[in-house]
């Protein structure tokens, strides 16, 4: 399995550059960012840099780790402009980045920024799905194609052109998926899909996701599986029940315990292994502080302790 790393904790560009530059220097798989236009809680003010032009700067300032957006939020951008920027920065870092896009879900940046256009707000789930389902046929398209056409309910292409095309051939796409009909888009349209959460949580996608892998005649072992939650590794099951206190709040400790990834080495790599054995192939770890010094002393323990032992 591999292990990627969430940045956006960092804060600040030059935190966010440091940190994934020393996720280089460790070997970890990729680096990856949220995409959003402000904070997604409280008054929303906390500082949040756009996520497409901070992913170009990493890209530039990184040689090998690869880059990619945790998920792109499909209503911010026109697919297609999305598939050039996509191939653009393909290209600009010789065939790193990671394509992950979801359908969208913050109605206050609907609102705020007027995504849709006219002042409608957050369209129902029901739209945001089927234009995500659009938006990755018209994106595989694309970096499948030179020239590409397309009709739909919400896009119709004529002669979309797509040249210099991207470095990497194919060019890999997931879909971000939680609930059954974005899984079933998944299975059928996209190489492959990210599940946030836990264990409980990827539990619950593998009994949907099966099925539907199944149906359209694909096999788990060649779909690309990932994930994306907090890890964080503790020196002693003291320090483990601790952390697992303040997360359970009301919620039996026992329960809690043992659905999230936090405890000693020993714990974190059973249970990492028992997710790379039900078909994940690549894990992305959100760091429990912000603090940049925290965030590379976990990486460094991860890396050491549990990740070179899976």
Same mark, same amino acid.
């Given at each position: +399995?591999d292990?990627?790393?969430y ?6 560009y030059?935190a966010?550059?440091?940190v =994934?530059?020393y996720?280089?220097e ?6 990856f960012?949220?995409d ?11 500082p ?5 032009t901070?992913?170009?700067g990493? *890209? ?7 880059v990619?957006?945790?998920t792109l939020?499909?209503?911010? %951008? ?12 393909? !290209?600009m870092? *010789?065939?790193?980045y990671?394509?992950?896009l979801?359908?969208?879900?913050n ?10 256009g006219?002042?409608?707000g957050?369209?129902e789930a029901?739209e945001?799905?089927t234009?995500?389902?659009e938006?990755v046929?018209?994106l595989?398209g ?9 009709e ?6 004529k ?7 991207? !470095?990497?051939?194919? /060019?890999?796409? =997931?879909?971000?998926?939680r609930?059954?009909?974005?899984i079933?888009?998944?299975a ?7 599940? =946030? ?5 990827i ?7 099966g ?5 359209n005649?694909r096999?788990?072992r ?7 939650t907090?890890?964080?590794p ?13 997360i359970?709040?009301?919620k ?9 990834? !936090? ?6 790599i059973?249970?990492?292994r ?7 192939? +690549? /894990?992305?770890?959100?760091? %429990? =502080?912000?603090k940049v010094?925290d ?7 991860? %890396?050491?302790?549990?990740?070179r032992?899976?």
């Open positions: +399995m292990f990627g790393l940045i956006r904790p960092a804060g600040t030059p966010m550059l440091e =994934s530059r996720a280089e460790l070997g970890l798989y990729g680096v960012i949220n959003h236009f402000e904070g997604l809680s409280g008054d929303r003010k906390e949040y840099l756009e996520a497409w901070t992913m170009t990493i *890209g530039m300032q990184t040689k090998k780790i690869r990619g957006h945790i939020f499909n209503s911010m %951008r026109n697919p297609t402009v999305l598939a050039k920027m996509i191939t653009t920065l393909d !290209v870092t *010789g065939g790193r990671e394509t992950i979801g359908a969208g879900w109605e206050p940046e609907y609102k705020g920024y007027d995504l849709m006219g002042g409608v957050m369209p029901g945001r799905v234009r995500l389902k938006a046929q018209i595989k694309m970096f499948d194609n030179e020239v590409f056409n397309y739909g309910k919400f896009w119709t292409l002669d979309a052109v797509n040249v210099p095309g991207t !470095v990497q051939k194919p /060019m890999r796409l =997931s879909v971000g998926a609930q059954q009909r974005m079933s888009i998944a059928k349209y996209a190489d492959g899909m990210n599940g =946030s959460g836990n264990m409980n949580a539990k619950g996608y593998l009994k949907l996701l099925p539907e892998l199944e149906k005649g096999k788990m060649d779909f690309y599986l990932h994930g994306f907090t890890i964080t503790t020196k002693n099951d003291e320090e483990t029940d601790a952390i697992v206190k303040k359970a709040k009301d039996p400790v026992k329960e809690v315990a043992d659905d999230v990834f !936090v405890g000693t080495p020993e714990v974190l059973e249970k990492l028992s997710v790379e054995d039900r078909g994940y192939k +690549m /894990m992305i770890a959100i760091p %429990r =502080s912000g010094p965030i590379k002393e976990t990486c460094a323990t991860l %890396r050491d302790e549990v990740f032992r899976i």
